[in-house]
């Protein structure tokens, strides 16, 4: 059964216990993905489901179906990925807060921040979004040794509680790993707990005022990728880690992060010292990279 957007009573899942459905809800007023974030909440809160190995259900995407092009065997879309890591924060949090309910925080705002693909043209989620700051980074860590994730998480804190900020994941050029290094759990319950805060991806429908990118890194061999996000203005953060480039590794190439730039937003970015940079590292940077205008902040 898909999630149905109005009245809770039109989202139950009819094979779902009554007193089970009151400990973890209905479905979220999703155009699609309700089903997979209900699966999941359902063994967070209730505990696990015994597979019978037998066929209860045979069903088949059809051409033009939501769904379709979102995954295939062992990949899935940016949206897609952003979704699940929101649901599994807010999970998180309903086992930290069992006085909660699902469908009591409901409300009427979703109790996620989704990418516009799972609500668009639903009551009450325009779209394009409007943000006023996003950051874009690599964010599987949740504490970088070189001090990239504090600068962030400083940077977030200092901004003005009115803001609407995006906080975009992108896995930065390097060695293929065995699996997606998607965003840190850590990164998702900052996301989830903070009203002001969104998730964004390449492909949310979003207009943002001011594009903070914290590793150009995150930016290599994306330059044939679509992006649906405009944005008004775009700083890069500079540090010394262009200049330790390991054996064997290539170099950062810093004009390449900025021709993306160009390509999905049609503007370079401003370059700027990376704010916990110390005066040593900020003079090595700027002796290293003559060639760029680096301001201060």
Do not use: E, K, M
């Given at each position: 059964m898909a999630g149905l957007p109005g009245d809770p009573q039109q989202r139950l899942v009819p094979d779902?216990?009554?007193l089970l459905l009151a400990k973890i809800g209905s479905f979220l007023p999703l155009r699609k993905g309700a089903d997979s974030e209900y699966a999941e909440r359902l063994v967070a809160l209730a505990?696990?489901?015994?597979?019978?190995?037998?066929?209860?259900?045979i069903t088949r995407l059809r051409m033009g179906s939501l769904s379709r092009g979102d995954f295939t065997y062992?990949?899935?879309?940016p949206d897609r990925n952003a979704f699940r890591g929101a649901y599994r924060a807010w999970h998180r949090e309903l086992l930290a807060h069992p006085e909660q309910t699902p469908d009591s925080t409901l409300g009427d705002d979703l109790p996620i921040g989704v990418p516009t693909s799972f609500v668009r043209n639903l009551p009450g989620h325009p779209v394009p979004r409007d943000l006023d700051v996003a950051v874009l980074g690599d964010f599987r860590t949740a504490n970088h040794k070189s001090g990239i994730d504090e600068a962030v998480r400083n940077v977030l804190a200092a901004l003005p509680a009115e803001q609407r900020i995006g906080v975009w994941h992108q896995e930065a050029f390097g060695r293929a790993g065995a699996k997606r290094a998607d965003m840190h759990t850590a990164w998702w319950d900052i996301v989830q707990s903070d009203s002001r805060l969104s998730p964004l991806t390449r492909l949310t429908q979003a207009r943002v005022g001011r594009l903070i990118i914290t590793d150009p890194a995150a930016l290599l061999l994306l330059g044939h990728a679509d992006c649906t996000v405009t944005v008004g203005s775009i700083e890069m953060w500079l540090t010394p880690a262009p200049l330790e480039v390991a054996a064997g590794e290539p170099p950062l190439d810093l004009l390449a992060a900025s021709d993306v730039c160009f390509d999905w937003f049609g503007r370079r970015p401003r370059w700027v010292f990376a704010p916990h940079l110390s005066a040593d590292q900020r003079e090595a940077v700027a002796e290293a990279m003559p060639q760029l205008d680096v301001s201060g902040s």
């Open positions: 779902v216990p009554t505990g696990p489901v015994i597979d019978t190995r037998t066929p209860l259900a062992g990949w899935s879309t």
